[in-house]
């Protein structure tokens, strides 16, 4: 299984979708991020695949990275995968004529505050095609040790 999460990172590069840097570039950077901010593996590596299926499921991509993880991380980082998208909405849905606070509706949930974080400090800024990021084989064995938790 990480040998084929790595291979699927992959296929995120030359995938820009709008943006000035492709999504593979986009993953490194959330994850380097993260990484030199003392985070731990499992966090890490959720921020490194957080949009794993942007390409696949572009509307619900972090059910995506939810269901590859669920087997290998806590229920915060799972909750954090599987929910990241409608945080990520905050920046976004009004120029879309969508409602910017849709993420409100977690509220109460224990997490709110843990996936707001996350979205602020490591996904949003990771747009920086000036940022000197991690190579995706220096993440290779942090996916390896993370994935194969017993």
């Known amino acids: 299984v990480p040998d084929r999460v790595m291979a699927h990172l992959k296929l995120l590069e030359g995938d820009c979708g709008g943006f000035n840097v492709d999504r593979l ?46 087997p290998f991380v806590s229920e915060a980082n799972h909750w954090l995968l599987e929910n990241h998208t409608i945080f990520q909405a905050y920046y976004y849905n009004e120029h879309i004529g969508d409602d910017k606070n849709a993420r409100d509706v977690h509220k109460d949930n224990p997490h709110y505050e843990y996936t707001k974080e ?29 994935m194969t938790k017993s």
């Open 25 to 70: 570039e986009h993953c490194l950077q959330t994850a380097t991020r993260a990484h030199r901010d003392g985070r731990d593996e499992e966090y890490v590596v959720c921020a490194l695949i957080h949009d794993i299926g942007d390409t696949l499921g572009t509307y619900d991509h972090g059910a995506i990275a939810a269901a590859i993880m669920k």
């Open 118 to 146: 996350f979205i602020e400090k490591y996904d949003m800024p990771a747009f920086d095609e000036n940022y000197d990021s991690m190579s995706l084989e220096e993440f290779a064995p942090m996916v390896r040790r993370v």
